[in-house]
Structure formats: structure tokens, C-alpha cells
């Protein structure tokens, strides 16, 4: 995992609310046995014609688009599945970070494991950044805040323990193999 | 003394490591299901750490999601036609036979959709907590389970540890007053309940389902009303263990038996919510008042009652973008509106209950002309059962496919799809662009409905089917 302190990018806007993992990669693209190269096949159905052809009214398609490494989704982003392909191809693809109002539970913990950053903000601070696609934003995990291209800084809440974990670019794996000699009382007393 | 829920009584009996400020709860797991699609970079993350699986006995596999259902060959074994697929079902046999694990392969006369098949062989046990690489996992929840979805690399922490890094969700009574009328089943509640609460409406909370409508569910439709738990947001559905529960398990091949039975018998007794004890959130629903219902929409929170018409939505982008999609307008009714496919399926809706439901309406019917009907038994238990009562027969003389056990058409990752811009009801979970095959239309409804609807070819009130 890539460490992650601060973030300035353009934003893509996709303002739907309720986005869920099989938009973000279809079920179809989950054959797989390795998390190498699912970009391509990110929102696959909305950035592709039947023929494979980019559709040319995706926002991803647009040229303005390219390199950007934050998006913005309408509420309740990453609902339904627990596919961890989801996070795995928007990092493939160059994003570094979700914002929105809310985030499902499993999307925000999958994404966390990854380098994914989930910014939860507030629905006006949302509003202003809807409003100006494309605009140019700052994201610090240190100060947990974002900054707008006016300058206003909005802070977002973030597990304590997940933020350690991604600044210093370290996974929750060896911590818990840490916790052995824990596990091993519980499991003599318990199970 | 403290009350706690059912809930809270289950988190405090696993927690090898209460959470503090800077570091969650270090969470222990009872069982670890597993299936083909969520599980092969878990395992290759294992080898890259030289890591073995730490309690394999407590884990269990399947493979289901890209297995196909079509009948088999003379040889009595199954053709997978596609390469990719079959790779990632070698690859899950490889990862079981390395790390220790038992697999209930394609073939065995145990193999299903992991969801039905936790439960049915008994598996699935009341105070369990219970993880799957699979968001539907909510299910066993139905057993007074704590079960949830996990990622992938938390199905490694949990194949290495036993254990994952956890915060403590909030609790969400849901609480259902009054008796179901004669037509409305426990999907029709759920689905009721989804559109009460919204699809993000439970998300940070675990619910708890109480209320007589609910102690009156027979196991099978508890499971369906947990399994959608996760359409509502929610990271689990419960249901407090009661002698429905005891005698569904009792007997199962996994159960305790004999002394060990009478031992699990009294803790799990202890399991229900304390009277009196506190939920950050509470809702009451009356089952008496409910309708069938049916989804318009392309999640599963855009549900409304069969008469009911296609509302209006306060955010525009969102509702537009969707019905284009479903080609429907506001205002507009579904009743009557033509469809090509039924699905009688999936984790939500294909144990034998569902599928003694879905042929009382099919028995002696037929099937609409140009309606492609495909049922498929959510595992190889079930559909032994469902031959040996003869459902088998009566779902072919309708003229519906019956097919082998799996998920199917309702992920359409094994060749089972709904074709571009076909209109399909479904008994499974989830209508979302492209979940049934790329351009498919999904009405979610109750096995009864989709019955009807085979018969119709439209959306049809199955309530005039019975009079
Ligand atoms: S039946 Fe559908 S929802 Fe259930 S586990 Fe299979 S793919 Fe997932």
C-alpha cells in the first residue's frame, strides 16, 4: 500500500447518489484470480458502448479527466457487493480518494485496506464541489481536512487506527499477527 | 445488571481485544465461508507472507457464483464452457487442498449456493459470528448469527488470524407488529421494510428484527428478511433463537448432537435481547397493512407496492438516469406491464419453501408464451428434495427450465443472463444496472409474484391468482 499524506487533484464529478460496486466494475470482470489491470474495466458499462467504444458523454472519457485523482459521488457510494475489485480498479485506474456524503460500510473498509481514502463531507460543503467539476482540491490525511479551490478547509472524520495505517503506508495483517499470543488465550478459554 | 441485545451479547463473547481509542476491537470469528470469487487473492496474499491458514477447520468453501446450472451431460458432469471461470474454480480447489480446507466441490451432492448451504447443513449455529468474502452473508444473521460481508483481504486476516480488526456498528431495532395477509411473504416485507428505511438507511448499524410478524416466520423466510439486510446498508440482520430456530437445526449433519445439543441448547436460550434493553434507533412496521411489492427501479429501495405507481423523486439526476434505464416514466403503473424472463432464485428465494410456493401457482399452468422461465434450486440438497416432491415435474410441464444449483441469473456470471433491454422479475436481490446481464431490467419480487408473472407475462397482482 502506497502511503498517502496529502492529495491535490482535480475532481471527476459523478453526482449520482447510490452508486453501487457492480456499476463501479460489473460482475463479469470478477473472473479473475489476481487484482492486476481491473481499470479498464471501471464503470465499464457507463464508459463503454455495446461495441467496447468509449462513449465519448462519460465524464472518465473526457480529457479534462485524465490524471485526476479524487472522486466525487452522490451519496451512499459503493452499496451492494462486497467485491474489493471495486477499490482495486479505481486505484488501478489513478484514484487516490472518494468523497461524498456517505459511503457504505464494506466499500469504506475494503477501500481503507487499499489506499483508497473515503472523504465523508458534509451535504453543502458536497454541493460547492458538484457545482465545479473539475475543480482543484486538497486533501490532507495528516489534518484530515479538505480544501476547496476558495480556500474553505473542511475536516472529515477517519478510524484513528485505518489513518496510521495509510500515512505510514502499513496493513492491518501484521498487527493482527501481532495479536497471537491474544488469540491464542481467547480460543483456550472460549472455543 | 446491564441489559444488552442479542446483538451486544454476541460482539462481547468474541472480543479477543476490546476497541480504545486508537485501535479497533481485535474481533474473533467462528466460521469463514468461502466461494470462488472473492476469495483467490486472499490466498495468493497468503503464500506471498508464507502464511498458513491459521484454524482451518473453521472455515468451509463452495463454489458458486461462476458455476454453471445447465443440465448436466450424460456422464452426470457439468460443462464450463467459459475458461476464465474455470480457472477461478481450479484455483479455489487448489486453494483447499493446500491450506486444509473443506470444500463441498462442483459435483458434490453438497455443493450450493454458500448462503443456503451454511444453513442447511447445519453449519450455521446461533451466537456464531459468521464472515463470507460475500455481502449476502447477512443471512445467517436469521439464526441469532452474527454474520456479515467482508472484503477480500479481510478474508485473508481471517484465513491468517481468525480474527478481524472491527468497530463496534450501532444497534437498529426493527420492530414488525400484526400478521402478514394471505399473498405477502417475507420478501414482501423486506422489500416493505427497504422502502421504509432507505438503501442507505441502515449503513453503520446492525438490525435487529423483533415483533410478532417476525417470531411468526418459519426459518427459511427469516433467512430471506435477513439475507436484504444489506440492501438497507445494514452490516447484519438479526433474529433472537427461539424453538423455530432449535428445530430447524436439530438433526442437521453440522448440529451438536446428543449431550453437546443440550449444552448448546442452554446458551443459546441466553441469546435473546434483554428485556428492556436499548437500541441507538427503533422502528415499528405493521405486517397487516402490507402488500405484495416490487421494485421499479434500479436499487432495491425503489420498491413499491404491486397497484402502486412509479413516484416521483426528490433527486432528480439519480431517478432520471434510472428509469431511462427501466424505461418507465412517473406516474406510470406497473401492473400489466409486459416481461420476458422470470428467475426463481438465488440466496433470497430458492430453498424448497420458495420453490413449494412458486409451483402451488405453476401446477397445472403454463407458462406465457415467449416468457423464458429458469428456475434454479439454490442448492443440490434442495433440489433432491424438490425432485422427490415432484416440484421438479411440475416447473417442466409449465414449461420453465429446472436447473442445477448456483447463483446464477442472479449475477449472470455463469452464462445465465437476461438479454439487453428484456424485462425480467426476479426473486433475487438486487436490481442494479446490468446485475442480470448488460441492459437487463429487473422487477424484484416474491416467488409468488414471479409465479404469477410466468403465468401472465406481466406484472400481476398474484392476489387475484388466488382467489
Ligand atoms: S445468489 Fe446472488 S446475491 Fe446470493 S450469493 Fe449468489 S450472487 Fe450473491
Redesign the interface.
Known sequence: MKPIQIITSRCVVL????I?T??II???F??????NGLGQWLFA?WRYD?DGAPRSDFVLNQPESAGAQVLVA???FG??????HAPWALLDHGFRAVVST?I???FR??AL??GLLPVVIDPETHRRLTAHPGATVTIDLEACTITLPDQTCTSFPI???AR?CMLRGT???G???A??E??AA??RE?? | MIRRTLFEKVWDAHLVRPERADTPAVFYIDLHLIHEVTSPQAFSLLRERKLRARRPERAIATMDHSTPTTPRNPDGRLSIVDTQAATQIRQLETNCKEFGIRLFALGSDRQGIIHVIGPELGFTQPGRTIVCGDSHTSTHGAFGALAFGIGTTEVAHVLATQCLLQRKPKTFAIQVEGQLPHGVTAKDLILAIIARIGIGGGTGHVIEYTGPAIRALSMEERMTVCNMSIEAGARAGMIAPDDTTFDYLAGRPEAPQGPAWEQALKAWRRLPSDEGAAYDREVTIDASSLEPMITYGTNPGMVIPIRGVVPDSSNQTTQEKSLRYMGLRPGQRLLGHPIDVVFIGSCTNSRLSDLRLAASLLKGQKVAPGVRVLVVPGSQQVKKQAETEGLDRIFREAGAEWRESGCSMCIAMNGDQVQPGQYAVSTSNRNFEGRQGVGSRTFLASPLTAAAAAITGRITDVRELLK
Do not use: W
Not at chain 1, 453526482?15 to 447510490?18: A, D, G, L, Q, S
Not at chain 1, 470478477?30 to 487484482?35: D, G, H, P, Q
Open positions: 453526482p449520482m447518489e447510490n453501487d457492480d456499476q460489473p460482475a463479469r470478477l473472473k479473475v484470480i489476481t487484482k458499462d455495446r452522490g451519496d451512499n452499496c451492494g457487493s462486497s467485491r474489493e456517505s457504505a460500510d464494506i473498509s475494503n485496506k487499499n478510524d484513528a487506527f496510521n496493513d492491518e495483517l498487527f493482527l499477527l495479536q497471537e491474544a488469540i481467547y480460543e472460549f472455543s
